[in-house]
């Protein structure tokens, strides 16, 4: 395929957009595929959709990077990445529709990111519109290139407020020979010092669920020796999400069932994944803010969970502060 530099997006219906609610005072929420902002309460801002920034601009399996719109959906890449034995582990658990802007924007990624690591861990290079209506690039599109400040990772995780996401480059990894998921009752620090390099272990209360993908043999030396037995993926939990340290993450899960909370800990990755009511929701939140960790309630709005703002991040504030002085895109749910 052609240079990816040769096939940029125009971005001039978006640079627009943005100048003129700069200009009249009013604010803008990026929107993807909708797959997570449909389910947030709704905002009085506008709303700016990427929807239409789709289809893949280059893509380069030797050198394993692919460079695509922001509104591509998640399944269109993987379909072509898996013709040619690749992938991207940046995957939701769930979500019809979700986009790869959307997973850059939110950063919210599935049970992988113990071997995989963080989403942001993926991105090569990131081109968007900043909230002053200037177009800007960050990072390369081969990880030689990768120079200068690492703005792509503050735009991972940024929910749209640092600029909207036009076009991303992507690392790539050849696909595992074999995957395949087991389960044990044992507790997962014990399986966790047995295992090389799982891909995912998680907590549930039915048990320790493990993740692995390795050469065929490998996996099942690895499974036969810590006593695993083969099974389904377990059921994800979609009403919240916790971010906390990993260390305190066992805290959480040993919490969660005197609350009647449903629960997926994701070990050595700091993320538990709730279902509940409303009242055991909020005292989850509660439990979250006690651990020095953040909830993220993700049920369109009928679960009265008051909304927690992220911490603050000075680093972060410099870097809105410079490209977006008039706060003119809104991270979704965050004050003025």
């Known amino acids: 395929m052609s240079d990816a530099a040769t096939q940029t997006t125009d971005l001039a219906p978006f640079v627009d957009a943005v100048t003129t609610a700069r200009t009249e005072g009013r604010q803008l929420v990026v929107r993807g595929g909708g797959s997570v902002l449909d389910r ?3 905002t009085e801002a506008e709303v700016v959709s990427t929807a239409g920034l789709t289809g893949v601009i280059d893509h380069r399996p030797e050198d394993l990077v692919v460079t695509v719109r922001a509104g591509t959906p998640i399944a269109e ?14 995957e939701p658990l769930a979500g019809h529709g979700s986009t790869v802007g959307g997973r850059i924007a939110t950063a919210l990624a599935g049970p992988r990111q113990l071997q995989a690591g963080r989403v942001r861990d993926w991105l090569l290079r990131v081109r968007l519109v900043t909230g ?83 050469h065929p043999d490998d996996l099942l030396a690895q499974a036969t020796a810590a ?24 805290e959480l899960t040993s919490w969660a069932p005197t609350a009647g909370l449903a629960y997926a800990g994701f ?6 994944l709730l279902d509940g009511t ?7 939140g509660a439990q979250v803010d006690s651990l020095g960790g953040r909830l993220l309630v993700l049920d369109g709005g009928a679960t009265p969970v008051p909304w927690r703002p992220p911490p603050e991040d000075a680093m972060a504030e410099r870097v809105r502060a410079a490209l977006d002085p008039h706060r003119t ?8």
């Open 40 to 42: 947030l309460p709704p």
């Open 77 to 90: 890449v993987e379909a072509l990445l898996a013709a040619h034995g690749q992938e991207c582990p940046i």
């Open 132 to 214: 002053e209506g200037k177009v800007t690039t960050a990072g390369g599109v081969t990880v030689k290139d990768v120079t200068g400040y690492d703005l792509c990772r503050l735009v991972s995780g940024s929910w749209g407020s640092v600029g909207i996401v036009a076009e991303v480059t992507l690392k790539l990894r050849p696909i595992p020979p074999r995957s395949a998921w087991f389960t044990t009752d044992r507790p997962a620090f014990a399986v966790l010092s047995e295992l090389y390099r799982p891909a995912a272990v998680v907590t549930t209360p039915e048990g320790t669920f493990v993740h692995l993908e390795e």
């Open 227 to 250: 006593g695993l037995e083969a099974a389904d993926p377990p059921r994800w939990p979609t009403t919240a999400r916790a971010a906390l340290d990993p260390a305190r993450l066992a």
């Open 267 to 272: 070990e050595g990755v700091g993320v538990c």
């Open 278 to 284: 409303s009242e055991a929701l909020a005292a989850a």
């Open 329 to 336: 895109l809104l991270a979704p749910r965050t004050p003025r």
